[in-house]
């Protein structure tokens, strides 16, 4: 049995205090009073004087990712998880930022984008690599390419309008009719030198124009397109009295060839699908008519064709015999305009 004589009896145990009144307890002689976290950003004050006071407080935080990590360039992007690293730090699987994603330091190695030293630390790689590397120096030199291109267009425009601007007005007039009829249309007419009443009624229905107007129009624009070859002929070295006959020994002799340079031109409305065509006629020509070379022809150097002795077309050239053909392939001469 318990001896309950020896138990003494004194002043009742206080009760528990709470946590707040044993902060107010134990701040009774500082008279700054107590501060009490009541959590989240927010915090009570009680004063010795019994008052208290609740403040906000402004909790700072930052991101690992927002400490620089002593880099520059690409580099500067060096991670691991989110966190900095120094190009010295870095692991293969570590990850850099370009542009708008992130690669492992391994595939920006590989691909160009970082480079090493000497002394086998990780640089950047030079700007001139790194555009090679993510496709802007590609993208910039087609795009160089693309203006170029542009700037040759329009200048190409400009040089095959046709000298005259009657000519040019009446091409645009043809042009209203669809692309197909318009080439045929003129095809036939380069060709044959006229244009039957069934596609000229055609080319007009489509074009809105009258078909006699659209005769008119017709006529005009050859006249732009037969100067046009002209002027292209004699620049190759065709003398200009000689244009007829080459068109009509280009359509003899070579009929497809032919066709196709004129349906290039008409296209194109560039006459430079002749070239080839005006090369082969002039090497030709003292056999094709050596009556329109001897005695007609004056090379631009002065010297005149004779006939040798072998019955062929012969040029001089100081102690130097050769043949026509052979000269003009060997491109000792050209033709005066």
Not at 172 to 195: F, K
Not at 197 to 214: D, K, N, Y
Not at 238 to 259: I, M, R, T, Y
């Amino acid at each position: 049995m318990s001896n309950f004589s020896n138990y003494q009896f004194g002043a009742p145990e206080a009760a528990p205090q709470s946590s707040l009144q044993s902060a107010q307890a134990n701040a009774a002689e500082d008279t700054s009073g107590v501060r009490v976290n009541t959590g989240g950003n927010y915090s009570a004050t009680f004063a010795s004087d019994g008052s208290a006071q609740v403040s906000h407080n402004d909790v700072a935080r930052f991101n690992m990712s927002d400490i620089p990590n002593g880099e520059e360039g690409l580099l500067a992007t060096a991670n691991r998880g989110g966190t900095p690293k120094s190009a010295s730090q870095l692991r293969p699987d570590d990850m850099i930022r370009v542009g708008g994603m992130e690669v492992s330091v391994r595939v920006a190695e590989r691909l160009g984008l970082i480079d090493r030293n000497e002394s086998g630390r990780l640089v950047n790689a030079s700007p001139e690599r790194i555009k090679e590397a993510t496709g802007e120096a590609e993208a910039e030199r087609q795009r160089a390419t693309q203006e170029q291109q542009k700037a040759a267009q329009v200048q190409q425009a400009v040089e095959n309008r046709f000298p005259d601007e009657a000519a040019e007005a009446s091409f645009a007039a043809i042009q209203s009719a669809t692309q197909g009829t318009v080439t045929r249309a003129l095809s036939r007419v380069a060709a044959t030198g006229q244009l039957d009443s069934g596609l000229l009624g055609t080319l007009a229905s489509e074009a809105h124009i009258e078909p006699s107007v659209m005769g008119q129009y017709l006529s005009k624009a050859m006249e732009g397109f037969t100067a046009q070859a002209k002027a292209f002929t004699q620049d190759q070295g065709l003398p200009s009295h000689l244009f007829d006959k080459f068109g009509e020994w280009a359509q003899a002799n070579h009929p497809s060839e032919s066709s196709k340079a004129i349906m290039d031109h008409i296209q194109q409305r560039s006459p430079k699908a002749y070239g080839k065509l005006v090369d082969s006629y002039i090497e030709n020509l003292a056999d094709i008519a050596p009556e329109e070379v001897i005695g007609r022809v004056t090379l631009a150097n002065g010297t005149k064709p004779y006939r040798g002795a072998n019955g062929k077309v012969m040029l001089r050239f100081g102690d130097t015999e050769m043949e026509w053909k052979a000269a003009i392939r060997a491109g000792r001469f050209k033709l005066t305009k």
